[in-house]
């Protein structure tokens, strides 16, 4: 399989505790992004990397949540002191943009996070 | 980013043709139009993705008017597997794409 591949797939911690997903995009893409879901919403950016450059931040991604890219390869996700508020699917792409035609960003299956 | 409307339910039976459009007043010169169709608990999966006139692939036909201030999505001959959610999203070669709520769409026998 060739796409993204997120893990964990679910995690259920206990408020407080940190939480780390992963994310291996696709072999040739050199852009990265996370967003997060809740039930009935569209997915909310959170931040992109270029290579192992962070370029944005959205406000959405507290002090709480930091993100790596350390070699330009996968990609880290974490939350620490976890609150009920975090509870979300959290979606990893990546793309290849700039190849002469619109940014098309190809998602993963996703890590869902229940905080109890 | 240029902000995008959209219906926010739709409902077909088997077999017909679904169009779904979506509207793009302010989309910018450099601006593609890409639709995404997300199943529950999935990640969003690309289906089409156009700059103007039509394009079509195995999937769907993406219709976009001289203009490009609107563009229809045509799923041909749905089945129930079709019932999902359909984003309308535009940006350029080398923006982020920001999610809208999107179009629930609901296939019944």
């Known amino acids: 399989d060739t796409g993204v591949s997120q893990d964990p797939r679910h995690k259920i911690t206990k408020r407080g505790q940190n939480v780390t997903f992963r994310c291996d995009p696709i072999?040739?893409?050199?852009?990265l992004y996370w967003y997060r879901q809740t039930l009935g919403q569209g997915p909310e950016f959170l931040t992109y990397?270029?290579?192992?450059?962070?370029?944005?931040k959205s406000r959405l991604l507290s002090n709480r949540f930091s993100a790596e890219r350390p070699k330009g390869s996968f990609s880290t996700l974490e939350i620490q002191r976890t609150e009920q508020g975090d509870s979300a699917m959290y979606l990893c792409?990546?793309?290849?943009?700039?190849?002469?035609?619109?940014?098309?960003?190809?998602f993963g299956e996703g890590s869902w996070l229940t905080v109890v | 980013l240029a902000k995008t409307t959209q219906p926010v339910s739709m409902d077909s039976y088997e077999g017909q043709e679904v169009n779904i459009t979506c509207s793009h007043n302010?989309?910018?010169?450099?601006?593609?139009i890409t639709w995404y169709q997300q199943f529950p608990s999935q990640g969003p999966r690309f289906i089409i993705q156009g700059y103007k006139t039509k394009v079509t692939n195995e999937v769907a036909s993406l219709f976009i008017p001289a203009d490009r201030k609107s563009s229809t999505l045509s799923l041909p001959r749905v089945s129930l597997s079709d019932t999902a959610v359909y984003y309308c999203?535009?940006?350029?070669?080398?923006?982020?794409?920001?999610f809208g709520a999107g179009t629930q769409v609901v296939v019944t026998p």
């Open positions: 072999s040739e893409h050199n852009r």
């Open positions: 999203l535009v940006g350029d070669s080398w923006g982020k794409l920001q």
């Open positions: 302010n989309i910018a010169t450099n601006d593609y």
């Open positions: 792409a990546s793309s290849q943009p700039g190849t002469g035609a619109g940014n098309t960003i190809y």
């Open positions: 990397f270029q290579n192992e450059a962070q370029l944005e």
